[in-house]
């Protein structure tokens, strides 16, 4: 009886939320995780020009309508944000992202800090990490934007954990997508916009699966020219694409 009530205890801990395990972590933060890691991938890379965020976008079938189905969304008119892992997760995010970002220019009359909506979000992604009834978002994020302290790229994890990035990729390539921008990154000095947007499409085209097209990825910019963040139209996308065959 004893052991049952062992074995038990250990397996709840593998469904319970707010239980840490034996080893001292929380399982459903790590089975978050794995959604992330089962999503398409994504990345962003930051110069000193601006910040890139791109992604793959696979649809379920050649009859839905591809204006309906975004991951590169804006929370501000400085900020933008892509996800890898699941979609209506992201949806939520994007919904409490912006409602953030409107609370604090309706108060202040100017755009919200990309470090603060960094840290808003993250917080909403904890607080789903320790409360009863709910599970963690099986989403990570990545964040893009420009305010005074100039191009920012930040990643979020399920568990609210988030760091600031020059570069990084997140979903089920992102270990060799790394490793890609790494070789790329240093090996390119003072890299443009321009040139962070080839980079950000020839690290997609590494483990893509089937052909790259304007219609299969997304990508999304933002400059210190206008601080404005701009999802690219496919007639955009499709003319980068053509520079780097």
């Known amino acids: 009886n004893l052991l049952w009530i062992l074995v038990e205890g250990m397996s709840g801990a593998n469904y319970s939320l707010t239980t840490f395990n034996p080893s001292g972590s929380l399982l459903q933060i790590e089975y978050a995780l794995e959604a992330v890691g089962a999503g398409r991938t994504s990345l962003g ?8 965020i791109a992604t793959e976008k696979m649809t379920p079938s050649i009859l839905v309508d591809q204006k309906s189905r975004t991951k590169i969304c804006n929370i501000s008119s400085n900020c933008g944000m892509v996800y890898s892992g699941m979609g209506p997760d992201y949806r939520v995010l994007v919904r409490k992202g912006r409602k953030i970002a409107q609370e604090y220019y309706l108060t202040y009359k100017d755009e919200i800090p990309i470090s603060q909506i960094v840290r808003e979000m993250a917080s909403v992604m904890q607080e789903f990490t320790q409360s009863g009834g709910v599970r963690p978002f099986g989403v990570s994020l990545l964040i893009a934007g420009f305010d005074d302290e100039g191009p920012q790229l930040y990643q979020v994890d399920p568990s609210g954990s988030y760091w600031a990035w020059k570069a990084s990729a997140i979903g089920k390539h992102s270990i060799s997508a790394k490793t890609f921008l790494e070789k790329r990154y ?7 916009l321009e040139d962070a947007v080839h980079t950000a499409i020839l690290t997609l085209k590494e483990n893509f699966e089937g052909a790259i ?6 990508i999304g910019t933002i400059t210190g020219k206008d601080k404005v963040f701009k999802p690219m139209s496919k007639e955009e996308i499709s003319d980068f694409l053509k520079e780097v065959e």
């Open 45 to 52: 890379i930051k110069v000193n020009g601006g910040v890139v």
């Open 186 to 192: 240093f090996s390119q000095k003072d890299m443009g």
């Open 213 to 218: 097209k304007a219609e299969n990825i997304e």
